[in-house]
């Protein structure tokens, strides 16, 4: 603990004179970190807790890896910062890792400071590419906090924000909410892009410069895209001439077993991807726009009319090329693949033994449990609501000792991808032992 505050003195102050994000703060009870480990936070008071959500499901790598801590001092030890301007060696080096990493002409990159910052950057260089205004995004979205990106978003954050930028077109995603396209993956695929290419017709197509989507849909419900889907999006969109913007900043730096979840689907190479979280393990703010060989071909002889005082921060560089190091040379995307088949057992294991378990979803480490009221299926919470017996599972894990979010009728599951198998059937443990909360309130 800090030798010259109390625990109390710490919450006290950071509520008293900061704000937090997506909450009223006095209704804000934080969580006093002191140290992390590997998958594990220390409070202030020497609680050890299991880190269930890799925070916001960002330090994919773990915590306190040395390496970065190196990567760190070293780049110190040089400088820190160079306007957006100079050249450096870091940059260099990063860029050239990233299109090597990076499938098809994805090899030119303008870096950000986060994800919202990557896809307002990603919509701009869209729309001066293509001529175009418009852009589609989908409803069970989330694109950051931005002006520009909570109108991409479609989620309930949205709300509070409007109005925005002008422009966005939501559409549905191929399994909404609390019905679907279809019974199959395919008949789900092909319902949607029908349904798409409908509204593409209404909006006109000369108009849209581009899609974005995230691959895997993230907080709005770890979706995985049913077969075909991105296939067909592709093809359905490139018919149009509208550019494909696949948003990685959750899904990215092997998430979902592989280094990037676009590469789930044969042959797909987005025209723009956009990254940020695993990019450096969230141990230093930096997110990135990859642009295809067309568009930066573009921007060679047009200006890009962006720009950012920390584009390029040598500082954020040296971090992520030492956590793409410790990813790739640790094995962590394979590990990832590895544990899913886990994950998914102890969820089957979960919805076998808990009435109010509805189902359980995961690819690589990337999965989320949705709780149901009764057995006709309906969800615990309404939609962007509550209930209390998720309150009551929510307070119950962080006394057990396990981190993780706890939204609507759903529950995170998105550790650090270092975790191992005994580590993760710790948490499912605890859970198991929360599930008792929901379990109580399940109407037969």
């Not at 679907?180 to 909006?203: D, H, K, P, W």
């Not at 974005?212 to 849909?217: A, C, G, Y």
């Not at 969230?282 to 295809?292: C, D, H, N």
């Amino acid at each position: 603990m800090d030798e010259l505050m109390t625990t109390e003195e710490i919450v006290r102050l950071c509520k008293q004179h900061t704000l937090y994000t997506w909450a009223a703060t006095g209704a804000v009870d934080p969580l006093p970190i002191a140290r992390a480990e590997g998958v594990y936070l220390y409070t202030t008071e020497g609680q050890r807790i299991l880190d269930f959500n890799s925070q916001l499901m960002c330090v994919n790598i773990g915590h306190g890896h040395p390496r970065i801590a190196a990567a760190i001092a070293r780049q110190l030890e040089s400088f820190a910062y160079t306007y957006p301007g100079t050249a450096t060696a870091v940059r260099a080096r990063v860029a050239k890792r990233l299109a090597e990493l990076l499938p098809g002409d994805l090899n030119t990159f303008f870096f950000t400071l986060g994800g919202a910052e990557a896809n307002e950057n990603a919509i701009r260089a869209a729309r001066l590419y293509t001529g175009r205004n418009k852009i589609l995004a989908r409803y069970r979205s989330y694109h950051g906090g931005t002006n520009a990106c909570m109108q991409l978003t479609g989620d309930p954050r949205r709300w509070a924000n409007e109005p925005g930028m002008p422009g966005v077109v939501h559409v549905m995603d191929p399994r909404p909410y609390d019905y679907s396209f279809g019974s199959s993956a395919a008949e789900q695929t092909e319902n949607n892009l029908r349904y798409l290419e409908e509204v593409i017709m209404y909006e006109g197509p000369q108009t849209i410069a581009a899609m974005i989507i995230e691959p895997v849909t993230g907080t709005n419900g770890i979706q995985p895209p049913p077969a075909g889907y991105l296939e067909g999006l592709e093809a359905l969109l490139d018919r149009h001439g509208i550019l494909l913007i696949c948003d990685e900043v959750m899904s990215g730096w092997g998430r979902t077993g592989k280094l990037f979840a676009f590469e789930h689907a044969a042959g797909v190479t987005p025209d723009i991807v956009t990254m940020a979280k695993g990019l450096t393990s969230a141990y230093a703010p930096l997110g990135a726009v990859a642009l295809s060989d067309p568009i930066a071909a573009h921007f060679q002889d047009n200006v890009f009319w962006g720009g950012l005082t920390y584009n390029s921060h040598a500082l954020s560089l040296a971090v992520a090329e030492a956590a793409i190091g410790v990813l790739i040379d640790e094995g962590l995307v394979g590990n990832a693949a590895r544990l899913e088949p886990v994950m998914r057992a102890e969820m089957e294991r979960l919805r076998e033994r808990h009435p109010s378990v509805k189902e359980g979803r995961a690819i690589g480490l990337f999965g989320m449990l949705d709780i149901r009221k009764n057995a006709a299926g309906d969800l615990i919470a309404p939609y962007n609501g509550s209930h209390p017996a998720m309150n009551e599972l929510f307070a119950f894990l962080r006394t057990e000792g396990l981190f993780t979010f706890v939204r609507w009728s759903h529950i995170m599951c998105n550790p650090p991808l270092c975790i191992n198998e005994k580590q993760l059937r710790e948490g499912f443990a605890i859970l198991d032992r929360a599930l008792e909360i929901t379990d109580r309130v399940f109407e037969p």
